[in-house]
C-alpha cells in the first residue's frame, strides 16, 4: 500500500462526506446521529476545509481518501501553544491499515511546526479510539460521564487527553 497524508480542499468534499457517513452509520462517535440528515457531512467538511483555523488532512492509501483528521489552531488570544484534534475518523472498510496512527503522527508534527506545544482531544469511553491515543503517548486527564448521544441512541462519556509535543 502507498500511503499519502496531506491537507485536503474543498475538492475532497464528497469522499470526506463518505467516510463520516460511514464512520456514524458504523457508531462512530462524531458528533452527528445516524442517519447523518441528506447534505449535512459534506455541509460540515465544506465549513471545515474553508476555514483558516482548521488544517483538516487525509490519508490517502492508494490514491484514495480513506481518512482524516483535523488540527484546530484558532486558539484564544491566551493559548497560542495550543492546539486540538478533531474528528479522526478512518473509512470503515479501510481499518487497520495503520492510517488512523499515521495521520495523528502527521497532526503532531503539523502542530508543533505551528508553534504549538500542547495538543488535547476527547474520544467515545466505548469504541473509541483511547488504546490508539495511549500507544502514541497521549495522557488521559479524565472522563465525563454521559458526555453525549451514540449515533444509533443511549450516553456515552468522553475520555479527555492531551499531549505535549514540539
Known amino acids: 500500500m502507498t500511503l499519502e497524508i496531506r491537507p485536503l480542499t474543498e475538492a475532497d468534499v464528497p469522499r470526506l462526506a463518505q467516510i463520516l457517513e460511514a464512520t456514524v452509520a458504523s457508531g462512530g462517535s462524531v458528533h452527528f446521529m445516524d442517519p447523518v440528515p441528506p447534505g449535512a457531512a459534506a455541509a460540515y467538511w465544506s465549513g471545515a476545509v474553508a476555514d483558516p483555523g482548521r488544517i483538516v ?20 488570544p491566551n493559548q497560542p501553544f495550543r492546539g486540538e484534534i478533531w474528528k479522526l475518523m478512518v473509512h470503515p472498510d479501510a481499518r487497520g491499515q495503520g492510517l488512523a496512527r499515521a495521520l495523528m503522527r502527521e497532526a503532531e508534527q503539523l502542530a508543533a511546526k505551528h508553534g504549538r506545544t500542547l495538543l488535547n482531544l476527547d474520544t467515545a469511553t466505548e469504541g473509541g479510539a483511547s488504546e490508539l491515543y495511549e500507544s502514541l503517548g497521549w495522557t488521559r486527564a479524565g472522563v465525563i460521564p454521559d458526555y453525549a448521544y451514540k449515533p444509533q441512541g ?5 475520555a479527555i487527553y492531551y499531549k505535549a509535543v514540539g
Not at 488532512?57 to 484564544?76: E, S
Not at 443511549?154 to 468522553?158: A, E, F, I
Open 154 to 158: 443511549g450516553l456515552v462519556g468522553t
Open 57 to 76: 488532512l487525509g490519508a490517502f492509501a492508494d490514491g484514495t481518501l480513506q481518512g482524516t483528521v483535523t488540527l484546530w489552531l484558532d486558539t484564544p
